[in-house]
């Protein structure tokens, strides 16, 4: 798992992944399933995550993320290098994500709306952690699909607004006005319980 | 109190809002702070661009105000960040689907992400119990546990795993159940989770429904154990 590091060592490590990324896909070409499988295995948990983040549906997930890392196998050439390779597989899976979204007839609706205002749910869960973290996946829930992407490019993946405007086909303002928007909503839910800390 | 402060018509006067985040006070506000404020999750994750890092480290030098929110900021995204999602979906079925005829007769794995509502639940309750009990329905996983629960069933250990929303009324999961044509087989599990048996070829189609309810936070497949 990354974690946040001084910029040069990212970078030094975001370049050998590239010639890591460039070399598996190269044996991919040449039809080599053991070069495909170590991609699939290095990206599959981010783009899960992204996935699962954006859809919150298992089943559409799985659906999208094969879908999206099948393009590898099936048409390896049309990568062209123009960007790092997981810019552009978070780009495939974003299209694809939202494809999925619209095809589905029922609107993904949040579930927990109407069991937001009584957070004390059961009486054993003390820890305020995880009385947070609850706060938090109920208030993520009620984003939009959009919003979700952005603050888990941002947070998480730790993608730059510009390469998040890429992968998400909108302009830069887009990107930072969604991600405004996420947080004073996050903020929002928060504040009640959590106020002092957010 | 609660329905004007989020509004449009933000007052001028900021000590009214004292209670509220001070992320709404500042987006509010005029142009420094609210340039900043845009900035600030990537500033925190060191991703701006060279020009705008310049302009938020200008501003965090003279703003109390806008240095308290970094902090903030700073942990709202750990904490995004730290949410737990499974992320461990298969290659192994994958694999089949790419060559069906070459891959080993192996039994898929059951799937092993949560949906939103299902964290959304645990997260309350028992986030680390829950994680387990899903580890425990996959074949390599510890099996101890579940096999001390309840007494085998009489048709088949159940081909499906079902959890309730916490404040569910036992009726209404019996209600469920029943309407699903489902078995009970086994359960609570330490995570609250039950198991269930259905007729395999309506599995697909109980799981899909089973899914639409409201009460169900997560309905997945079991496959039976090797
Ligand atoms: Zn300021």
Redesign the pocket.
Known sequence: METVETAGRVEVGARARADDDLRLLARIRRRDLKAFEALYRHYQPRLTRFLMTLLRRPHLVEEVLDDTLLVLWDRPDSFAGRSKLSTWLFTIAWRKAMKALRRQDEPIEDPFADSRMSPDRSPEQTAGDQRMRAALLEALAALSPEQRAVVDLCYFHEIGYREIAQIMDCPVDTVKTRMFHARRHLRRELAGEFGDWI | MQGGICGANWPANLATGSEKPMADI?SFRGD??RA?EMLLPWYASGQLDEDDRAVVDA?LSQ?D??RAALERERRLKAQVAGLPVRADLGWEKLQRRLAPDRAARRLPLPRTVLTWPALTAFAAAQAALLLGAVTLFRPQGPQAAYRTLGAPAARGNGNLLIMFRPDTPEQEMRLVIGRAGARLVDGPTAAGAYVLDVAPARRENVLADLRTRHSVVLAQPIEAAP
């Open positions: 500042l420094p702070h900043t501003h703003c105000l806008c």
